[in-house]
């Protein structure tokens, strides 16, 4: 199989948060894809297994979904998407309000997506977690596209990503 065609895949990039007993955290994902149009709309995303901000949505049950802009600057990336919250604070720094008990980030996100989780199906190393939307908030900016982040923010994934195989 040539692997380099899963490149041609389009995603964007996100920020995953929780409240992990009233302390935020979370972490990168650029796999959401949205799976039902009409209410309730229902949206899927992949998560590793040994991810921590996946730990505590399955405790939790809740989740949101702030929607990067261009403008997000590489380090609040880099500390989400390649760190583990089970030890450290990785929203320190960060600038975030409360929205429905769970952390929006405030500054370079273009809205906000508000996820009651409904199932989660087990798939080799990671799982799909199904959420229903629940509420959102729309702001300015354009969002990041993961093509983006890797051709201008010339920006990695880690191995824990579903898409670490076809880095540039
Ligand atoms: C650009 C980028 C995309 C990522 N996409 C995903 C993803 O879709 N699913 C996933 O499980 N991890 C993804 N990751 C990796 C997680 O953000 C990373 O494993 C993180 O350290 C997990 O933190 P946690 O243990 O605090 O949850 C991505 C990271 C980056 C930088």
């Known amino acids: 199989?040539?692997?380099?065609?899963?490149?041609?895949?389009?995603?964007?990039?996100?920020?995953?948060?929780?409240?992990?007993?009233?302390?935020?955290?979370g972490c990168i994902i650029n796999t959401l894809i949205q799976v039902t149009s009409f209410e309730p709309i229902y949206m899927a995303i992949s998560l590793n297994?040994?991810?921590?901000?996946n730990e505590v949505i399955k405790r939790t049950k809740k989740y949101g979904i702030s929607i990067l802009s261009v403008d997000t600057p590489r380090e609040v990336i880099q500390r989400l998407g390649f760190a583990s919250g089970r030890?450290?604070?990785?929203?320190?720094?960060?600038?975030?309000e409360d929205c429905n008990g769970l952390p929006r980030i405030l500054e370079n996100?273009?809205?906000?997506?508000?996820?009651?989780?409904v199932d989660?199906?087990?798939?080799?190393?990671?799982?799909?977690?199904?959420?229903?939307?629940?509420d959102t908030c729309v702001t300015d900016g354009e969002p990041m596209?993961?093509?983006?982040?890797?051709?201008?923010?010339?920006?990695?994934?880690?191995?824990?990503?579903?898409?670490?195989?076809?880095?540039?």
């Open 1 to 25: 199989m040539d692997l380099e065609v899963l490149s041609d895949i389009s995603y964007g990039l996100y920020a995953l948060t929780v409240n992990d007993n009233g302390r935020p955290t």
């Open 49 to 53: 297994k040994d991810s921590y901000t």
């Open 87 to 96: 030890n450290r604070d990785k929203m320190g720094g960060i600038e975030y």
């Open 109 to 117: 996100c273009t809205g906000f997506l508000c996820f009651d989780l």
């Open 120 to 134: 989660h199906i087990n798939v080799d190393t990671h799982d799909i977690l199904i959420g229903k939307l629940v």
């Open 145 to 168: 596209t993961y093509k983006y982040y890797h051709e201008v923010i010339k920006g990695k994934a880690p191995k824990s990503a579903p898409t670490f195989l076809t880095n540039k």
